[in-house]
């Protein structure tokens, strides 16, 4: 059966010469704008494309030149079919690329032999050489000026959503702010209360005052470091992430970081080993708090995904100008086709069970924001951070490692780096 493509954005249009050409045998496909019509070409390669001239969006004659630049479809006989009657139209669209043009309203009589008879190879004149030149310049002309309008467009947009942005970035870390202050309160205040030998109880004496205690401050806590995710996040997306600059010793802040989290590793019998090869390594310029939170961020995260008994290796060497680390786990691993997710915004591995008799069986969770949050640092201070992986397996726990390079001695561009140095 022979096909043809009617691209077409008027619905009553296009039931008629659905209709008429359908009880003539063809097999007739509708697209209702330029988009849809190059799609559709692409896929079905129809025998005829019916074309209407006045369709929003890219124009009749726009689409045309579209399709005679695709493979396959250079040859395809394209008609206009379109109530665009006035002086030149019709020229216009054979220099376009149709090969035939009809005017609307059709002659349901004559119309169905009209497209038998472009489907055996009948193509409409221009006329003189001249004239067809002429209007190939016009229509060139035309192309250059509908361009030069989406660009102007195009970059109107652009600078409408730069200034939105920005306001949603300033409004979420004014927001942070503002909820950081009454939580430092609520948090100083709870210190104070577990502190106090005269409330009864203890952090492991379910039910008591003591352990309700413990319970909202650990709420608290994890509220803060949701909304420090959410601040750093927008702060890295609006170049708003200022860095101190002065020697970190990245032994002694993984040294702090393990240190932090060994309460998380005994509830989940994760032994964190550190490698000899991190005592040896030089200073690297940089903000040690920020530095602090990127692998803080990483090591949390790999004791989320290992089981019980498992195992995390963190270790460095030296190569060259740049100092290598590397956070190896033994757990659940990383789907090869997700490796290059893990980093972005809102990522979370779902659907993961720990097995092996696992006290704690993680099914995802979190904003997904840790791992953003610290490539964002990395990059910061111009090094890279990336990760590998065997694949996922619930079984075997073939692991995945994270890999950071940071530069020895190398200064970076920083707002507040610039303002320290000044003073």
Same mark, same amino acid.
């Given at each position: 059966m022979t096909k043809i493509l009617y691209v077409e954005d008027t619905p009553h249009s296009q039931?008629?010469?659905q209709r008429i050409l359908t009880a003539e045998g063809f097999d007739v496909t509708i697209a209702a704008d330029g988009i849809e019509a190059? !799609? &559709?070409a692409r896929?079905?390669?129809p025998d005829l494309i019916l074309m209407d001239i006045n369709i929003g969006g890219l124009d009749g004659y726009e689409v045309t030149t579209r399709l005679r630049t695709l493979g396959g479809l250079e040859n395809i006989p394209i008609v206009a079919l379109t109530a665009a009657t006035t002086a030149g139209d019709r020229e216009r669209a054979l220099v376009a690329g149709c090969n035939g043009y009809i005017a609307k309203p059709i002659d349901v009589d004559v119309f169905p032999n009209q497209v038998r008879s472009y489907l055996i190879g009948m193509e409409d004149e221009i006329g003189t050489p001249? !004239? &067809?030149a002429e209007y190939l310049l016009e229509y060139n002309q035309r192309l250059v000026m509908r361009l030069e309008e989406k660009v102007r467009e195009l970059e109107k947009a652009n600078r409408e959503l730069q200034r939105v942005e920005k306001m949603k970035s300033d409004f979420v870390i004014l927001a942070g702010h503002e909820l950081r202050t009454p939580l430092t309160v609520v948090y100083g205040y709870l210190q104070i209360?577990?502190?106090?030998?005269?409330?009864p109880g203890s952090a492991d004496d379910d039910g008591s005052p003591q352990y309700l205690l413990h319970k909202v401050s650990d709420a608290v806590e994890r509220l803060s470091q949701v909304i420090q995710d959410i601040l750093n996040v927008s702060m890295i997306d609006a170049n708003r992430l200022d860095l101190a600059h002065e020697p970190v010793f990245l032994n002694s802040v993984i040294q702090s970081v393990t240190h932090n989290l060994r309460s998380v590793g005994p509830q989940r019998e994760v032994i964190i080993e550190l490698g000899s090869g991190l005592r040896k390594l030089p200073p690297v310029e940089g903000d040690p708090r920020r530095l602090h939170q990127a692998l803080?961020?990483?090591?949390?995260?790999?004791?989320?995904y290992t089981p019980d008994e498992g195992t995390i290796l963190i270790d460095g060497e030296v190569i060259e100008d740049t100092v290598h680390l590397w956070i190896k786990d033994s757990g659940v691993g990383i789907p090869p086709d997700e490796l290059h997710n893990i980093f972005s915004r809102f990522y979370v591995l779902e659907d993961v069970a720990l097995h092996r008799s696992s006290k704690t069986a993680f099914k995802g969770g979190g904003l997904g924001?840790?791992?953003a949050v610290s490539k964002g640092i990395i990059e910061a201070h111009e090094g890279k951070i990336w990760a590998e992986s065997e694949g996922r397996d619930e079984v075997r726990y073939p692991g995945s490692t994270i890999h950071v390079l940071l530069p020895v001695g190398k200064p970076f561009a920083s707002t507040l780096?610039?303002?320290k140095a000044a003073s």
């Open positions: 039931m008629l010469v190059i !799609e &559709k896929r079905s390669r001249e !004239e &067809k209360l577990m502190a106090d030998r005269a409330i803080w961020n990483v090591v949390s995260n790999a004791i989320k924001l840790g791992l780096g610039k303002a």
